[in-house]
């Protein structure tokens, strides 16, 4: 519990109130600091698991609350994004499609750990958490910062997005490999016979 890589995962989740508590302020640094929290805490997803599996402290604490703390960060920010509307009108697309890919890799790595079957984190799927973070941490200076800090968070926002559509895919066709009965594998039933189906008349009479 008191590793560094799981308090690092934890330090994650308690900037989360922090960020919106910066971000409701009504003061011009207000948005770079709760941008600067962001940064943080997006950096301590990369140093938490790297520091566990050089130090050998993977722990199942870790494995269970590092995905957590990344989707409360992601959600919470897309959610205060919206709400002051920082993203309106069709930008609000690549945040919806961030968010329900988020849910549906949730429900299907649950799904596919009853089965003791493993999801791998692909290359593609770092490279789209590294563009979101820095999408998102752009958005959140918002028009605190220079007239073309808002194109660019917004036009990395979409590549986060379309990246989220294209790992999303390779999850979930990965997953119903396991969802879907191949009907070839189960074998077909066997025929009774008369004398097994008069024993079983005589035990049901």
């Not at 560094?4 to 011009?28: E, M, Q, Y």
């Not at 940064?39 to 566990?52: E, K, N, P, R």
């Not at 992601?74 to 499609?97: D, K, N, Q, Y």
Request: charged fraction near 15%; include cysteine.
């Amino acid at each position: 519990m008191l590793s560094l890589p799981n308090l690092l995962t934890l330090a994650r989740i308690a900037a989360i109130p922090l960020v919106v508590a910066s971000f409701w302020l009504d003061r011009g640094w207000a948005q770079w600091t709760a941008a600067a929290l962001f940064f943080i805490a997006s950096v301590t997803d990369y140093f938490d698991g790297w520091l566990a599996r050089r130090w050998q402290q993977v722990s199942r604490l870790g494995r269970f609350l590092d995905p957590i703390a990344d989707k409360l960060l992601v959600a919470s920010v897309l959610l205060l994004l919206c709400a002051f509307e920082t993203l309106r009108g069709v930008h609000v697309i690549p945040a919806l499609i961030i968010l329900c890919r988020e849910i549906m890799v949730s429900g299907l790595r649950e799904f596919l750990a009853e089965l003791r079957v493993g999801l791998p984190v692909s290359s593609a799927a770092k490279w789209k958490t590294a563009i979101q973070m820095m999408a998102l941490g752009v958005l959140l200076v918002g028009n605190a910062g220079p007239p073309w800090v808002m194109p660019l968070g917004l036009a990395l926002l979409w590549f986060a997005a379309a990246l989220t559509l294209w790992t999303g895919y390779d999850y979930l066709r990965a997953g119903l490999e396991h969802m879907i009965d191949d009907p070839a594998a189960v074998p077909p039933p066997r025929p009774v016979s008369d004398d097994e189906k008069r024993h079983a008349d005589g035990r049901l009479s």
